[in-house]
C-alpha cells in the first residue's frame, strides 16, 4: 500500500512530500502502519532511497490520549484509530492549524495556555448535581487533541477565539463552581460565545462523541438565569 506522507525536518524547513511503501498487515491502523515504517534501522523510501524516521506523536495507541491527531486521507482523525482494511492508499499530513515541530508532530501547547490564560480553574468547586452528571462525564473526556479546531472555520492559532475543547472546559467549571458561574460566562462569551459561527464540525469530528452544542446550550441557560 502507498504511504504519501508531508514531512518536514524542522519547523524552519520547507515540507515535501515523501512516499513509502507498506508491506505488513491490513489489518492494521494508521498508527500501527508508521510504526512499521519507523520499525527499520534502514528506513528506505518508495524509491528504495535511504531515509529517516518519521515523526509523530503517541502514547496510549487506543484513543484515549489523542497523542496521534493528524490529517488522513484529508480528514482530521486518530492514527491509532483509522484502520487501514480497504484503503488504497494512504495520504498523511500534520494538523494545519497548529506550528509543525517535525513531520507529523505538532505544537498543541496553545491549547493548554489559552485554558490556563483564563484564570476559571482557580477556586472551589460543589459537588456535582445528579442532573449534570451525564453531561458532565461526556464533557471530560476530552483528549485536548485539537482535531476539533482543525475543522473550525473560526479557529486561529494564537487569535481569541478558544474552540471547542475551551468550551467544554466552561461548561465543567461553571457547573461545579456556582460562586464563579458568571465569571466564567462572561470568559466563555469572549473566547468562544460571540464568535462561534454553529458549523459543529467540532461535534463530527471529535473521537471522543463530545456533544458541544449541549455544553453551549447549558451554557446560555446559565447566563440567562
Ligand atoms: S472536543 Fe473532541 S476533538 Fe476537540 S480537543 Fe476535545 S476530544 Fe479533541
Redesign the pocket.
Known amino acids: 500500500m502507498r504511504v504519501d506522507i508531508l514531512r518536514q525536518q524542522s519547523p524552519e524547513s520547507a515540507p515535501y512530500w515523501e512516499t513509502f511503501e507498506y508491506d505488513g498487515p491490513m489489518d492494521n491502523s494508521v498508527a500501527g502502519v508508521l510504526d512499521y515504517i519507523n520499525y527499520h534501522d534502514d528506513v528506505v523510501n518508495a524509491d528504495g532511497k535511504p531515509s529517516i524516521r518519521v515523526g509523530w506523536d503517541c502514547s496510549c495507541m487506543q484513543g484515549v490520549c489523542?497523542a496521534c491527531?493528524m490529517v488522513i486521507n484529508g480528514t482530521p482523525a486518530l492514527a491509532c484509530e483509522t484502520l487501514i482494511r480497504g484503503l488504497k492508499a494512504v495520504e498523511l499530513r500534520p494538523l494545519r492549524k497548529f506550528p509543525v515541530i517535525r513531520d507529523l508532530l505538532v505544537d498543541r501547547a496553545s491549547?493548554h495556555e489559552n485554558l490556563m490564560r483564563t484564570n476559571m480553574y482557580i477556586g472551589e468547586y460543589q459537588p456535582s448535581t445528579e442532573n449534570d452528571h451525564a453531561h458532565q462525564y461526556a464533557a471530560a473526556?476530552?483528549?485536548?487533541?485539537?482535531?476539533?479546531?482543525e475543522v473550525c472555520p473560526n479557529y486561529v492559532n494564537g487569535h481569541t477565539f478558544y474552540?471547542?475543547?475551551f468550551a467544554?472546559d466552561c461548561y465543567l467549571v461553571a457547573s461545579r463552581n456556582r460562586a464563579k458561574a458568571k465569571e466564567i460566562g462572561a470568559v466563555y462569551a469572549a473566547h468562544f460565545g460571540r464568535d462561534c459561527s454553529k458549523s459543529l464540525s467540532?461535534v463530527d469530528?471529535?473521537?471522543?462523541k463530545?456533544p458541544?452544542l449541549a455544553s453551549m446550550a447549558k451554557l446560555n441557560r446559565n447566563k440567562a438565569r
Not at 141 to 149: A, R, T, Y
Not at 205 to 208: A, G, K, R, S, T
Open positions: 489523542g491527531a491549547i473526556k476530552c483528549l485536548k487533541c485539537g482535531l476539533c479546531l474552540g471547542a475543547a467544554n467540532c469530528v471529535c473521537p471522543m463530545i458541544t
